[in-house]
């Protein structure tokens, strides 16, 4: 595993430098990235629970940087199809996984899950990611 990090820019939901985002922080292990975070009461939707737009984004970011931590490239996401399997009530502390699924020529093929501290599955998301041209790549910190 290497320490969880976020990166060193102004991503809403990765970058260390955004005072507004999600500041995840991810970690790497030998076949998945793994991110911990408790959902804080701004990010509410219906009452006392989690914003669908905020589990979609943490399910999509997490797939994303499966992708560049375990095979380095740049991607965008091309297609996410989300699946909502229980509510996430805020303060809960969540554990999102990512994988990649299948690594093809210019398609990225991921998968990512959202389960809480007991193991409780709550989302669950595939998504097909595009590579890019970009020589920046991203900074942990």
């Known amino acids: 595993m290497t320490e969880y ?9 990765c970058g260390v430098n955004n005072d507004k985002g999600l500041k995840l922080r991810f970690a790497k ?31 999509d970011e997490t797939m994303s ?9 740049n991607v965008v996401t091309g297609e996410l199809s989300v699946r909502f399997i229980r509510p996430l009530f ?13 690594d093809k020529i210019r398609l990225v093929e991921a ?5 809480d501290k007991e193991g409780n599955l709550i989302a669950k998301a595939t998504g097909r990611f ?7 790549k991203l900074e942990y910190k």
């Open 5 to 13: 990090a976020g990166t060193n820019s102004n991503c809403f939901a």
């Open 65 to 73: 940087h499966a992708i560049f931590k375990l095979i380095g490239d």
């Open 130 to 136: 595009v590579r890019i041209e970009n020589k920046r």
């Open 90 to 102: 805020i303060g809960t502390t969540i554990v999102a996984r990512g994988y990649v699924e299948h």
């Open 111 to 115: 998968r990512s899950e959202i389960h």
């Open 29 to 59: 292990f030998e076949n998945y990235v793994e991110t911990i975070w408790t959902v804080p009461e701004h990010f509410q939707g219906w009452d006392n629970l989690t914003h669908g737009g905020i589990i979609s984004m943490i399910l």
